[in-house]
């Protein structure tokens, strides 16, 4: 399309839509004609289709909706989207082939800690500890008592993952300490090698998931395959009093089924970090008590966050250099 700035020497022109560690922007900044997003605010529409035609690379992120109109952009002369983020399913894939842009992503760097909040929210939705939190910061806790906010332990509970990628086997690795057993629903078996060292059992279809386990914890991307997969006939397969665990994509749950779940008492508690209208949550999953939400955090520890952002300038390395590129994705 022109515009390559290799032609003239100067040097390219990326785009970065929020703000990253200062390490990241730092490096950014040192090899490109980085635009920053100093305000953090969340890029309009103008202002992305602005981007488009101004810069040679895009570095967008799960909260930018980088559609096939966008990419259609007259002038447009971004030559790849950097994606800040391992999933993808906010930028339409078959329309960047289509246009000839590369779309790259940041996986792996993240496993360590969304696998620990996975633990994290497992940990504080059996044993009701945001219920004990918001209790006595209004001051209602009337003190010690044998039958007050009895949860559940973990020991000998049955963790079901769906999906067994990288994630889902490190959480898998981390529950064990807690003496859980392990079984998950994939569509391809693991290696043997795995299901040894984790002595995880491989279940043939999410309604036998649902029945073995006391914990269901969720590891799938986004995307149509799994929109929603997790649904009333789901809920109704659980066993009565378990709980659901959500580290991957808002819109694997059909949350108003979810509530119901919650509301009827078949579900013990959820624990979620992840919604289908982010920032917006379903409000009956805000007023439940035995809801544990979290906004978005999976990542947010800094070696993770600057792990990504340099995996996604190493990116643009490689294609500005004119090299393999590590992470593409489309």
Not at 62 to 81: F, H
Not at 146 to 151: A, E, I, N, Q, R
Not at 196 to 213: E, N
Not at 293 to 313: C, K, N, V, Y
Request: charged share 20%; proline share 6%.
């Amino acid at each position: 399309m022109g515009n390559d700035p290799r032609d003239t020497g100067a040097q390219p022109v990326v785009r970065v839509t929020r703000r990253l560690p200062g390490t990241v922007e730092t490096a950014l900044s040192s090899r490109y004609a980085a635009m920053l997003n100093l305000s953090d605010a969340p890029l309009s529409r103008q202002a992305l289709e602005r981007a488009m035609v101004e810069a040679d690379a895009l570095v967008p992120t799960i909260t930018d909706r980088i559609d096939a109109e966008l990419l259609a952009t007259p002038g447009r002369r971004v030559r790849i989207l950097a994606n800040y983020g391992a999933g993808v399913d906010h930028i339409d894939l078959a329309a960047a082939r289509a246009a000839g842009v590369i779309v790259t992503n940041t996986p792996g760097v993240l496993t360590e800690a969304t696998a620990e909040l996975a633990i994290l929210l497992i940990l504080a939705a059996s044993r009701r500890a945001m219920e004990g939190d918001r209790q006595l910061r209004a001051g209602e806790w009337p003190g010690w008592h044998p039958t007050h906010l009895v949860g559940q332990g973990l020991s000998g509970r049955v963790l079901g993952l769906v999906g067994f990628g990288r994630i889902a086997q490190e959480t898998a690795r981390k529950a064990r300490a807690l003496g859980m057993r392990i079984a998950y629903y994939n569509r391809s078996p693991a290696t043997p090698e795995a299901e040894q060292a984790l002595d995880a059992v491989r279940l043939p279809t999410l309604s036998a998931l649902a029945d073995a386990a006391d914990v269901v914890s969720l590891h799938v991307p986004g995307g149509a395959g799994t929109h929603r997969m997790i649904d009333g006939a789901f809920f109704a397969a659980m066993r009565p009093g378990s709980i659901l665990i959500n580290t991957a994509r808002g819109s694997v749950v059909d949350e108003a089924a979810l509530a119901e779940a919650l509301t009827s008492g078949k579900l013990f508690a959820a624990g979620l970090d992840v919604y289908a209208d982010e920032p917006a949550v379903h409000p009956a999953l805000l007023d439940h008590p035995h809801t544990v939400l979290l906004p978005h955090l999976g990542s947010a520890t800094i070696e993770a966050r600057t792990a990504m952002g340099m995996q996604a300038l190493a990116n643009l390395d490689a294609f500005f250099a004119g090299r393999e590129l590590p992470d593409r994705v489309a």
